[in-house]
């Protein structure tokens, strides 16, 4: 028997195993998942931002700060705002916005890389980096334009009368700027991640063929913080770290100079990859700063024809027809990289999007390489029948609830109303069931990974915003309600939904933490 027949074989039966049933109701799903999800985020508000975890990851984080404001939006915009606001304050002067801001608060043991591995503030002078705030030196995927827009139209008021808007809008064109004209390393006008934790998908298989080239650091020269808070057998693992390790480093010791881009590699390091979620966040937070430049009196043709013309180089660049998904593109072993990544889906969130490649792509993630709808009702990390599978293992198989709401939104951007439904109430039901787990097994919906992770609460909060009014909502406050027409899956918010305000929810004081309210 093959490889494929065998695994389908072993894993039909029973492959649905969430215990949960497929339909709201008494014994059904978790209690007010809404109002447990709001208190994670209380938990892990700091006063100024939220921490994805309180025990394994006890600082602020650039993408998941994204994915909390988006959730955020709807319970305390306010909230929203400064999370944002917090995390662009730390922005460098060439414009990246770091992937890890420093509480300094937090004991140095408690999570390594620590501020004295990163050295950023004398390190990454040349590049601009603060001298008031320690930060790493490399990036995250850029999501923060698109979160900006979404937390504005949460409440426009509110921020107007702020000036939110005004105040993000040249840090966020910088952060842009600096990836456009800093990173295309191949000089095909895609970005390139230098680090797999840039990409924030860390240990993926996608990366096992372009870290082959990369000399690990010894395991005596760090320690790592995160075992002591995870099963090993769900985080990455040595040989995966050394190589992080020494990565990172060499980037440091080179100041955190990056390639000039146009094909010239001065200042890049052994490690640079072409990313397809990497390149389709920032085409869609191109979009959003499209709007956000309307809302501001500024013309926006440029970001649009920037936009398109990014989505274009994306398919020209990283499609394969013959396979139906995009794939990562290695700069220094040249060509692309044959392993199959939720990556390689996530560009489906693109409006434009050729009509036969977003088909292609329904078709790639509802087949036997992902199995949305049969073999499992989330989306896992790795392909499903690759040799490097593993459903606890990071990001070699779990699903993940930030990948998972981004795909939610591309099935309904291109009209797959049923089946984003069906992802949503998944994602929905397991958040809860798990605890807000940080991410799960793909088959049976185990937890894995930390509890209480503030995206899986906030991008439940989202995903209930826009329920049909099965999933109770947090006591007191009144059922969530559908807040307008999808229109193709871009509502008035411009990117997949109506935001519409509060509908359905509290006051801006209702999920202060208990370190700080919200910040005026």
Request: with cysteine.
């Given at each position: 028997m093959d490889r494929t027949a065998q695994l389908a074989n072993d894993r039909t039966e029973g492959a649905i195993?969430?215990?949960?049933?497929?339909?709201?109701?008494?014994?059904?799903?978790?209690?007010?998942?809404?109002?447990?999800?709001?208190?994670?985020?209380?938990?892990?508000?700091?006063?100024?931002?939220?921490?994805?975890?309180?025990?394994?990851?006890?600082?602020?984080?650039?993408?998941?700060?994204?994915?909390?404001?988006?959730?955020?939006?709807?319970?305390?915009?306010?909230?929203?705002?400064?999370?944002?606001?917090?995390?662009?304050?730390?922005?460098?002067?060439?414009?990246?916005?770091?992937?890890?801001?420093?509480?300094?608060?937090?004991?140095?043991?408690?999570?390594?890389?620590?501020?004295?591995?990163?050295?950023?503030?004398?390190?990454?002078?040349?590049?601009?980096?603060?001298?008031t705030v320690q930060t790493s030196g490399i990036v995250q995927p850029p999501v923060h334009a698109l979160a900006a827009w979404l937390v504005h139209r949460a409440d426009p008021g509110l921020s107007r009368a702020r000036g939110f808007l005004p105040r993000v809008y040249p840090r966020l064109a910088a952060w842009h700027r600096y990836l456009l004209h800093r990173r295309d390393l191949g000089g095909g006008g895609l970005v390139s991640v230098v680090h797999p934790w840039e990409q924030g998908m860390d240990n993926s298989p996608c990366w096992d063929a372009p870290l082959s080239r990369v000399t690990p650091a010894p395991t005596r020269t760090f320690r790592r913080a995160d075992l002591a808070h995870g099963s090993p057998e769900d985080r990455p693992t040595d040989l995966d770290y050394g190589r992080y390790v020494r990565l990172a480093t060499e980037y440091r010791d080179r100041g955190y100079r990056d390639g000039l881009g146009g094909g010239e590699r001065d200042g890049a390091g052994?490690?640079?990859?072409?990313?397809?979620?990497?390149?389709?966040?920032?085409?869609?937070?191109?979009?959003?700063?499209?709007?956000?430049?309307?809302?501001?009196?500024?013309?926006?043709?440029?970001?649009?024809?920037?936009?398109?013309?990014?989505?274009?180089?994306?398919?020209?660049?990283?499609?394969?027809?013959?396979?139906?998904?995009?794939?990562?593109?290695?700069?220094?072993?040249?060509?692309?990289?044959?392993?199959?990544?939720?990556?390689?889906?996530?560009?489906?969130?693109?409006?434009?999007?050729?009509?036969?490649?977003?088909?292609?792509?329904?078709?790639?993630?509802?087949?036997?390489?992902?199995?949305?709808?049969?073999?499992?009702r989330l989306v896992p990390s790795y392909d499903l029948l690759g040799e490097s599978f593993d459903p606890h293992r990071y990001w070699r198989g779990p699903a993940w609830f930030n990948t998972g709401w981004l795909v939610e939104r591309g099935l309904r951007a291109h009209g797959e109303r049923e089946r984003a439904d069906a992802l949503r109430e998944a994602l929905v039901r397991t958040a809860g069931a798990t605890g807000f787990a940080e991410y799960v097994d793909p088959y049976t919906g185990e937890a894995c990974g930390a509890l209480g992770f503030s995206w899986t609460a906030a991008l439940t909060l989202d995903l209930l915003h826009d329920s049909p009014g099965a999933v109770v909502s947090p006591e007191g406050v009144g059922p969530f309600a559908r807040s307008g027409s999808d229109r193709n899956g871009f509502g008035t918010d411009g990117f997949g939904r109506n935001a519409s305000g509060r509908d359905g929810f509290g006051t801006e004081a209702s999920i202060r933490g208990d370190k700080g309210g919200d910040r005026g």
């Amino acid at each position: 028997m093959d490889r494929t027949a065998q695994l389908a074989n072993d894993r039909t039966e029973g492959a649905i195993a969430y215990g949960l049933p497929s339909t709201a109701g008494p014994g059904g799903a978790p209690p007010d998942p809404a109002a447990g999800a709001a208190r994670v985020l209380e938990r892990n508000w700091t006063g100024t931002s939220t921490v994805p975890s309180r025990s394994l990851y006890p600082h602020q984080w650039s993408w998941d700060s994204a994915f909390i404001a988006i959730g955020l939006r709807h319970i305390s915009p306010l909230r929203a705002q400064a999370e944002l606001e917090t995390l662009l304050s730390a922005q460098w002067g060439d414009g990246r916005v770091p992937h890890i801001v420093f509480n300094p608060s937090v004991p140095f043991d408690a999570y390594f890389p620590s501020p004295d591995f990163w050295r950023s503030s004398t390190a990454g002078r040349a590049a601009g980096a603060p001298r008031t705030v320690q930060t790493s030196g490399i990036v995250q995927p850029p999501v923060h334009a698109l979160a900006a827009w979404l937390v504005h139209r949460a409440d426009p008021g509110l921020s107007r009368a702020r000036g939110f808007l005004p105040r993000v809008y040249p840090r966020l064109a910088a952060w842009h700027r600096y990836l456009l004209h800093r990173r295309d390393l191949g000089g095909g006008g895609l970005v390139s991640v230098v680090h797999p934790w840039e990409q924030g998908m860390d240990n993926s298989p996608c990366w096992d063929a372009p870290l082959s080239r990369v000399t690990p650091a010894p395991t005596r020269t760090f320690r790592r913080a995160d075992l002591a808070h995870g099963s090993p057998e769900d985080r990455p693992t040595d040989l995966d770290y050394g190589r992080y390790v020494r990565l990172a480093t060499e980037y440091r010791d080179r100041g955190y100079r990056d390639g000039l881009g146009g094909g010239e590699r001065d200042g890049a390091g052994e490690f640079a990859v072409e990313d397809p979620a990497f390149n389709a966040l920032l085409i869609a937070s191109e979009h959003a700063l499209a709007r956000i430049a309307g809302e501001l009196g500024a013309t926006a043709t440029a970001r649009q024809a920037r936009a398109e013309r990014l989505t274009a180089a994306l398919v020209e660049r990283l499609w394969d027809p013959a396979r139906g998904m995009f794939f990562c593109r290695d700069l220094r072993g040249g060509g692309l990289v044959p392993e199959r990544g939720v990556s390689g889906l996530v560009p489906l969130l693109l409006p434009g999007l050729p009509g036969e490649v977003a088909t292609a792509l329904v078709g790639t993630l509802t087949g036997p390489h992902f199995g949305l709808g049969g073999a499992t009702r989330l989306v896992p990390s790795y392909d499903l029948l690759g040799e490097s599978f593993d459903p606890h293992r990071y990001w070699r198989g779990p699903a993940w609830f930030n990948t998972g709401w981004l795909v939610e939104r591309g099935l309904r951007a291109h009209g797959e109303r049923e089946r984003a439904d069906a992802l949503r109430e998944a994602l929905v039901r397991t958040a809860g069931a798990t605890g807000f787990a940080e991410y799960v097994d793909p088959y049976t919906g185990e937890a894995c990974g930390a509890l209480g992770f503030s995206w899986t609460a906030a991008l439940t909060l989202d995903l209930l915003h826009d329920s049909p009014g099965a999933v109770v909502s947090p006591e007191g406050v009144g059922p969530f309600a559908r807040s307008g027409s999808d229109r193709n899956g871009f509502g008035t918010d411009g990117f997949g939904r109506n935001a519409s305000g509060r509908d359905g929810f509290g006051t801006e004081a209702s999920i202060r933490g208990d370190k700080g309210g919200d910040r005026g």
